[in-house]
Nanobody, 124 residues
Framework: VQLQASGGGLVQPGGSLRLSCVAS????????MGWYRQAPGKQRELVAV???????NYADSAKGRFTISRDNAKNTVYLQMNSLKPEDTAVYYC???????????????????WGQGTQVTVSS
């Protein structure tokens, strides 16, 4: 299983970006999908998470500005970020709790996966 994130870039304060993350591989099902971020010199922190049923949870810093969504048919999670601030500058990582098919027919296993990260820079 692999997660491929995209959509980062340089944006001015007040601007918007949309991040995408696609999961691929021998996927049986995906439970929670989420976005985390890590700024220089800081620990990685949760930004938002969404269950396979669509329930969402946001960090206080993201509430009212960011929206997480997912397309289960495409194994994809999105993060729409509006009203971006310089303090949103970080590497953003997607995360997924995946049940995958094993080489033994009919058997699945569950594991947690991270994408490679995409840089978001908010600066004038």
């Amino acid at each position: 299983v692999q997660l491929q994130a995209s959509g980062g870039g340089l944006v001015q304060p007040g601007g918007s970006l949309r991040l995408s993350c696609v999961a691929s591989g021998e996927i049986h099902s995906i439970n929670d999908m989420g976005w985390y971020r890590q700024a220089p010199g800081k620990q990685r922190e949760l930004v938002a998470v969404i269950s396979n049923g669509g329930n969402t949870n946001y960090a206080d810093s993201a509430k009212g500005r960011f929206t997480i969504s997912r397309d289960n048919a495409k194994n994809t999670v999105y993060l729409q970020m509006n009203s971006l601030k310089p303090e949103d500058t970080a590497v953003y990582y997607c995360n997924a709790d995946v049940r995958y098919r094993t080489v033994i027919a009919g058997f699945t296993k569950r594991d947690n996966y991270w994408g490679q990260g995409t840089q978001v820079t908010v600066s004038s």
